[in-house]
Nanobody
Framework: QVQLVESGGGWVQPGGSLRLSCAAA????????MAWYRQAPGRQRELVSQ???????NYADSVKGRFTISRDNAKKTVSLQMNSLKPEDTAVYYC??????????WGQGTQVTVSS
């Protein structure tokens, strides 16, 4: 497994912005597909966005146009820029890493709360 540590969560008003970061400790970081998931109270964990080793991005319909995922292979980090935040974005956000032939790795999560 690879160690993943999230940061950047917080409490913001609707319409505000946050930038989440995930730091990995792995010498083969470039081989991983990186992703952000989130889990709200009473709901299942859902995929928010992912980015492949080649930089291909995918987003859940609920965040398209508002969130942007990026990765820095030299720094071994993946980030999620979240703009125009809505109350329904409130959740614990988890960093995820996966590659062939090994189980996926998960961070401990960072809380994002959007409310007035």
């Amino acid at each position: 497994q690879v160690q993943l540590v999230e940061s950047g969560g917080g409490w913001v008003q609707p319409g505000g912005s946050l930038r989440l970061s995930c730091a990995a400790a792995d010498n083969i970081f470039r081989q991983y597909i990186m992703a952000w998931y989130r889990q709200a109270p009473g709901r299942q964990r859902e995929l928010v966005s992912q980015i492949t080793s080649g930089g291909r991005e995918n987003y859940a319909d609920s965040v398209k146009g508002r969130f942007t995922i990026s990765r820095d292979n030299a720094k071994k980090t993946v980030s999620l820029q979240m703009n125009s935040l809505k109350p329904e974005d409130t959740a614990v956000y988890y960093c995820n890493a996966r590659r062939s032939f090994v189980p996926p790795s998960w961070g401990q999560g960072t809380q994002v709360t959007v409310s007035s």
